[in-house]
């Protein structure tokens, strides 16, 4: 009787705790994501994107929806400009908007401002256009051109909520720890995490998985060709179906064996961006 009884008790007191649970999982949504990366340091905001519908039908709003086009489906918009079968948001996700991913919201509030590689202060274009000769192996474009207007209509648009230099959270790629990275771990991991997307030999399956290395890939004077800018990036985004999932030191390992793998070159008439 008494075993009854203390069975009895036990599995009420189970049923108490999941129910506990489950209450606490559905009155703290926010809390579901707990195990995900952190994404709101004190003292800044999270950004929430405006809606593309609500961009007017007139000739301002047609610059900023090409811009966007521009951005999301680069070497189909841009064809002219871009060699590599990399889109602006394949780096910049989200369209540019996501955090730890180099978003573009707030930007227009920050630039002009000085730049270690150019070594002086440029503008938000002149950025653009580094972009374009290192990240997308092209050729910069017309400054007063179209494509450069609608590019930039889009960033403006992008960040018309943001309240003036307010700090957005994770601005470019934030650096992490420097550790020593083991190329051949990080080509295992590559096998085993990586390649179903970017496949066998890193030319990826464009236009929806970009390559990483070969003929279509950014060149080596493109930011993600820096061992820990990419580290930085995949750390935070990659593998692209569950975010979050490797360690600090297997992103270094995997940034440092895809650094290694062959890159076009970067084309040194275009140093001075
Ligand atoms: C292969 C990846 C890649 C592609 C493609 C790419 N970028 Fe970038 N971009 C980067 C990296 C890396 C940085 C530097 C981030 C850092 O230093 O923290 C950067 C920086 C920038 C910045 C400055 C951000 C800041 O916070 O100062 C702008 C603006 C920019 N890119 C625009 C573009 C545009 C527009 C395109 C498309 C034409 C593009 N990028 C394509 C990787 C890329
Ligand atoms: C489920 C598919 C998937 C997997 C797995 C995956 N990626 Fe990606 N990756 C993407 C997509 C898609 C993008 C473009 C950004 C976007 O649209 O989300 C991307 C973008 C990138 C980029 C920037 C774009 C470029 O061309 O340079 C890098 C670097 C990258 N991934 C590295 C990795 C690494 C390293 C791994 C393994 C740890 C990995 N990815 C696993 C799908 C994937």
Redesign the pocket.
Known sequence: MIRKHSILLLGLLCAAFYGGILWFGFSHPRLSTWWSLPTEPPGTMPWHAPSIESVSADSQGELIRQGRR??IA?PEF?SD??R?L???????MQG?IRPYA???V??PA??P?Y?KRAGRVIT?AE??Q???V???N?TPLDPQGREMRA?LAY?DWLSTPQPTRRKFIG?????MPALTPDPARGQRLYVAQCAGCHGPIGAGYTPQF?PLWGPD??NDG?????IP??A??VYHNMPQNRPGTITAQQAWDVAAFIHNQPHPAFNQAYKHY
């Open positions: 521009i951005f680069t841009a400009h871009a590599a990399v889109s602006c948001s394949d780096c910049h540019g180099s978003p573009m707030g930007l920050i630039f401002t730049n938000l950025r653009i580094e972009c374009f290192r990240s997308e092209g590019l960033i601005r470019g790629l934030v650096p970009p890939a950014y493109a930011g993600m060709n820096q800018k990419m930085a990036f």
